[in-house]
């Protein structure tokens, strides 16, 4: 990269100082131009005129920068920017649109600077390498303020999340306990229509997270898998710790749930967060049995070796109903598999097989298709199953076909080791 020119810090400073000089017309227009292009930030009065504060905050701290030419690392993140953060935090307004509205500010803001800088008519060289430490300084800048805002926004969500819940969580246990519900009286005071079907999730993080913004993250995956579902209106949301969290998906008349959608989310998103689903309910009753299941789900979920990113109840339901005691499913399972219960990668080939197929109606030509092999290799492998277990595998074989969806979900969990 060519060394930078020697008078490109000077003509920035000129640059600053007249864009500065019209600051509060550089700031009105920024703010026009971003609530314009984002809908989530207009309507309130207050924030947007915190808004507009901001980014003239924000303006006239670069311009500052420009001029003097100050260290990025002495620089922190003006006030007002700070406060709207924690606005947009309280309010639930999403983290995207304030990630937006300083990408789109930016822009704004360096249309002015260029504009000036071309009025100045610098020399071709000299103007190039000022646009390159305007670009560069302004990067940075952006950079490390929303690095700065987001960690603002974050905690903020976790702590009004964690402040607003206690009364929510006290009515949704008295929902979820037995007996009759006033309706009329905790919709409201829910903000949730009981009245339609649910869909129960529990969402969590497998250890705490350092920033402590562990129920902002949980709560953006459930906001994001209600959007891919197009749910009528927002989620219940009710934390349980940091780090734990309960969720209800209001999906008004509809029974039907693209699963696909809801395992894109998560293969796509934050790759810390674990969820695991109910099955649609309906009503109050339907509330109450899809969290049962959900909660079941997870603690199904929490012992298995890997984690699953995703468990959906209906998937695993025989084995989280009967898996309240981990050590009496893995000595149930060695029953049932004997020495097949190895975890080696013969033995789990030869589980895949033995599964596929069951559940292909122990069709050899139907497995080897599923499996893209051969007719007599899938042959040798359930013969050789078969041999190890000690009895054949056969249709209607309910037993191993739990003991191999168990240990297909719990993995290593439920196994002996290849040396044991």
């Known amino acids: 990269m060519a060394a ?25 227009d920024i703010g026009d131009y971003v609530v314009a292009e984002i809908p989530e930030l207009r309507g309130d009065a207050t924030m947007v005129k915190i808004l507009r504060a901001s980014i003239t905050e924000n303006a006239g701290t670069l311009l500052h920068v420009f001029e003097n030419d100050i260290p990025l690392e002495k620089v922190e993140g003006p006030a007002a920017a700070l406060e709207y953060a924690r606005r947009l935090a309280q309010r639930g307004i999403p983290l995207s649109a304030l990630i937006r509205a300083y990408r789109i500010g930016h822009w704004r803001f360096l249309q002015w600077c260029l504009d000036e800088l071309n009025r100045q008519n610098a020399a071709e060289d000299l103007a190039v390498a000022t646009n390159r430490r305007m670009l560069q300084t302004s990067f940075g800048y952006i950079d490390r303020v929303t690095e700065h805002v987001i960690a603002v926004y974050q905690h903020e969500r976790d702590h009004w999340l964690l402040s607003q819940s206690a009364a929510r969580a006290a ?36 250890t705490p997270t350092d920033g402590g913004e562990g129920l902002s993250r949980l709560h953006r995956v459930v906001d994001e898998i209600a959007h891919r579902l197009g749910c009528p209106a927002r989620p219940l949301f009710v934390p349980r710790d940091a780090i734990v969290s309960w969720a209800w998906l209001p999906l008004g008349p509809d029974t039907d749930v693209s699963w696909e ?8 998103g934050d790759p810390s967060v674990h969820l695991c689903a109910g099955c649609v ?27 699953p990113r995703f468990t959906q ?5 025989p ?20 020495p097949l219960a190895v975890d080696d990668e013969n033995s789990a080939r030869l589980r895949e097989t033995a ?46 076909e739990i003991a191999l969806r168990a240990v297909q979900y719990l993995g290593s969990t439920l196994l002996r080791t290849s040396t044991g």
């Open 319 to 338: 084995i989280a109903l009967m898996a309240s005691n981990v050590d009496d499913i893995r000595s149930w399972v060695w029953g049932v598999l004997g």
């Open 313 to 317: 109840f209906a998937t695993v339901a």
């Open 171 to 206: 009515r949704v246990r008295d929902v979820l306990a037995a007996g009759d519900v006033e309706l009329d009286r905790v919709e409201p005071a829910l903000g949730y229509r009981l009245r339609q079907h649910h869909l129960g999730l529990v969402a969590w993080l497998p």
């Open 4 to 28: 930078e020119h020697p008078e490109a810090a000077k003509q920035l400073s000129v640059v600053a100082e007249y864009v500065g000089s019209r600051l509060p017309e550089v700031g009105r």
């Open 261 to 268: 959608r809801v395992s894109a989310v998560l293969e796509h």
């Open 355 to 400: 599964q596929i197929f069951l559940d292909n109606g122990c069709s050899y030509t139907a497995t080897a298709s599923a499996q893209i092999l051969h007719k007599n290799t899938v042959q040798y492998r359930i013969r050789k199953a078969e041999e190890i277990m000690g009895h054949p595998i056969q249709k209607e074989h309910t037993d191993l």
């Open 281 to 307: 309910g309906s009503d109050v009753e339907g509330f109450r049995a899809t969290h049962r299941q959900a909660l079941r789900a997870q603690e199904l979920a929490a012992v298995a070796d890997p984690v």
